[in-house]
């Protein structure tokens, strides 16, 4: 919006409603870039119009009174400007300005009664509105008033909704006989609002929750009405933009939401921006299900599209489904940037559980700074300390993909995929790589399109990713498919069509992630554990491609006979249907249904390889096949009779407890025969401390008379300083 220099250039405007508000008229920026104020000219006889129409305001009715006033007769002033007052009021709301609320100051109440019979109660009223506005009747012309609003909006200084229906804190005299809602109630209805379910069922289901507590009264019921409507209007209006800024928008958030946030930097000539966000909620399930476990990066989401890339940090829940844990929004990389970030999410995690700690990280981009990972425990102690696992999905989900844009014919799409899985494959069979990329180029320079986008896009870094495939062990096509999953289901709440033009704003992202995507997430866990939501509970269970091929029987899977070259999968849905799955037994298997074309594991690919895992003549896994080599490895390291193979005996042999451990944890149907077959530790108790007392006791007398002096002399003193 332009700034207006000369209050000439304003128009007047003269709504045709009998009362008018803010609203009903276009604001105009007054002033200099420097300063600058939203004005607006009227007559000045409309104006009581305008402030009856401001007191009618339906989301914060209100009343406003004149703050502070200031006359000037005519004829007073020899020289004046454009914009001089004959005269001038400052109306402020009346549910203000005493308490700031949460993270604002106070001020002192007022010394003297304001004589106004439109005020509101005080002081239950004093909520620390700053919505207020200043009426000048112009010297130059008298007919208008200039409306300067300084704060539209009813909000305390946190930039909380502060009085009205939208108050989420407001209450009165019937506070008692409100029903009690639990947080757990409270985060289910506004799950199901945010997911777009129904009032009526979200009625439903908080009124049965409620009456759980309060019994099956009318009243709180209707309550209970009441708090679902709120609710639902509060979500509806709610906005991510806090301000027209988008970096002020998201100082605000910040400052309202520190619960929330782990990380926080601005950015500045030296420092990058970076965001790191986690909600209690997020954070049990971190400490929970990350704790002597996995956790994954999907990270580099939305590279292209958004202003900041997003790093979603993941654990595997009881389902092994992939649960986002924390967010972070940055465009940095370097590893200073990363280590700090890490070491504050670390740091939040033991403030919970001291002796938490994680078995393994897995990283989905070869170019990921690791050294904060798996920084050696004497070098830094606030690193994760743990192995790092490495995904294939995101470079095979890219091949994949632009194999079936850029090719048309469905035979070299599996050719060339196929080609590309033996390059892979190839790193632990000594192939050279240059030589089968100008073999692969050669074979396939009919291909064009794809051939442009691999050679600018690939080859400058397959080398860098082939050896990051190498040398640490890769993750099986379980964890890969459930972080593919997340990163789908990101992918379709965030692009969605109706958010294109937002998505340039920080804002917006984060408005997004802890809304829907939270409420998302926690509707699911809950359907899961409380057997309840149904409908939510089977998608939940069934939006990974693991858990769906695990409902297709062995005996919807036919393998070829003559080398093992494809695979035929019976379709459930559809008898007379079948996929045709070639290469099987290969991560770089290549289906034909629809999921597949998109470029994702499908259920298809995932139950061929499985029954590939018991069929002769098949190539195991990559995962399996990465474990092996690290074996194998280990084998040939140490000579015989050194220290060194006394060292991997001992690692060897540790590993291979814990492998027993955690499979008879897995395979027993009751915990406590695994407890009682656990090894007894003991732990000497911590001795007592006393002030005072030397830690040696002088050697005792050999007279009795002296020994008992001494012992009366003692238990005096004693006596003397517990009255002191």
Sequence with gaps: MEIVESILDIPVQDPPEEEFSSADLIWTKFGTVEHHDDVALIPYARVDEFIIGECSNVECPTRFHIERGRKRSMGSLKEYKSDEYLEYRLYWCSFGPENYGEGGGVLPSRRYRLNTRNRAARPQSMRGCTCHFVVKRLYARPTLALIIFNERRH?????????GPLDKDAIGPGAKKIPYISNEIQQQTMSMIYLGIPEENV?????????????????????????????????????????LDDQASIRMWVERNKKSIFFYQDTSETD??????????????????????????????????????????????????????????????????????????????RSVDPGWKINGFVIDDAAMEIDPIRQDIFALKDAFCCPILFSIWRVRGSWLRNVVKKCSNIEVQREIFKRLGEIVYGIWGGLDTSVALEELILDFVDQSAFMEYFKSTWVPKIEMWLSTIKTFPLASQEASGAIEAYHVKLKTKLFDDSHLGALQRVDWLVHKLTTELHSAYWLDRYADESDSFQHVKEEYIASTSWHRALQIPDSAVTLDDKGHLFAKVASQKDSSKTHLVWNPGSDFAFCDCAWSMQGNFCKHVIKVNMICENAKGCRPSMSFWSFREILIDLCKKPMDDSIGLDESVAWTHQMLDQIKQLVELNSSNDIGIVVNNMPLKWISKKGRTFVGIPASLPALPSDSKTITKTVQKSRKRKRLSRLR
């Design 155 to 163: 909000i305390n200084k946190s930039g909380f909704v502060c009085h």
């Design 203 to 243: 009625l439903e289901k908080h009124i049965e929750y409620v009456q759980r507590y309060g019994g099956s009264d009318a009243t709180v019921s209707t309550l209970a009405s009441q708090y679902v409507r709120k609710l639902g209007m509060i979500i509806k209006r709610s906005t991510h933009e806090l301000d």
């Design 272 to 349: 990058p921006f970076i965001l790191g966000i986690q909600t209690e909620w997020q954070l049990q399930q971190m400490v929970r299900f990350g704790h002597r476990s996995l956790i994954a990066a999907d990270s580099t989401f939305g590279i292209k599209r958004l202003k900041y890339p997003l790093c979603t940090l993941l654990v595997f829940d009881s389902r092994q489904h992939a649960l986002p844990v924390a967010w972070v929004i940055t465009r940095s990389v370097a590893k200073p940037d990363v280590a700090k970030w890490m070491k504050a999410l670390l740091d939040r995690a």
